[in-house]
Nanobody
Framework: VQLVESGGGLVQPGGSLRLSCSASGTIINFNPMNWYRQAPGKQRELVARITSDGSTNYVDSVKGRFTISRDNARNTVYQQMNSLKPEDTAVYYC?????WGQGTLVTVSS
């Protein structure tokens, strides 16, 4: 199983980014897919989840700003991030069960 994230980068406060997680060796809609993040000096936290039936959950700090989705045909999970804040700065990881991607860095700064 391989999960490969992309889409991170530097963005100004209030800006947007879309992260992608391309999966191989597994089918993304058979189990929940998660986005985690880890900011410097902080523990890794669950940001968003999409379940096998398409239900979504978000940590309170991103509700209304982030949207998790998936494209089953592409076996890819996305996270659209709008109205980004400096406190969203972190390495974002895609996760499924015990598998993790390498992470993609999101930096929100002016």
């Amino acid at each position: 199983v391989q999960l490969v994230e992309s889409g991170g980068g530097l963005v100004q406060p209030g800006g947007s980014l879309r992260l992608s997680c391309s999966a191989s060796g597994t089918i993304i809609n058979f189990n929940p897919m998660n986005w985690y993040r880890q900011a410097p000096g902080k523990q890794r936290e669950l940001v968003a989840r999409i379940t096998s039936d398409g239900s979504t959950n978000y940590v309170d700090s991103v509700k209304g700003r982030f949207t998790i989705s998936r494209d089953n045909a592409r076996n890819t999970v996305y996270q659209q991030m709008n109205s980004l804040k400096p406190e969203d700065t972190a390495v974002y990881y895609c996760n499924k069960l015990n598998w993790w991607g390498q992470g993609t860095l999101v930096t929100v700064s002016s």
